[in-house]
């Protein structure tokens, strides 16, 4: 193969490389977005007073389940 022919082919190989970066970040940055509110929507429900989004805190300090068991078994009055 010829160094001139090796020259040509680097600016497509580099695009190509930035294009598959690019779709990888925006994937990953579309995916954060779509997980986000069901990350939220869990951290609420394993808490249980339901006030874990207003404390700062990553995960509840004791997470149960007690909110899916009134709602599944009707008893949440």
Request: glycine fraction near 6%; avoid cysteine.
């Amino acid at each position: 193969m010829s160094a001139a022919l090796v020259r040509a082919r680097w600016p497509y190989r580099l695009r190509r490389l930035a294009d598959g970066t690019g779709a990888a970040v925006l994937a990953a940055v579309l995916l954060l977005w779509w997980l986000l509110p069901v990350y939220n929507m869990m951290l609420i429900a394993l808490d249980p007073e339901g006030d874990t989004e207003f404390t700062g805190d990553i995960w509840p300090t004791a997470p149960t389940l007690e909110a899916f068991r009134g709602v599944l078994f009707q008893r949440y009055w």
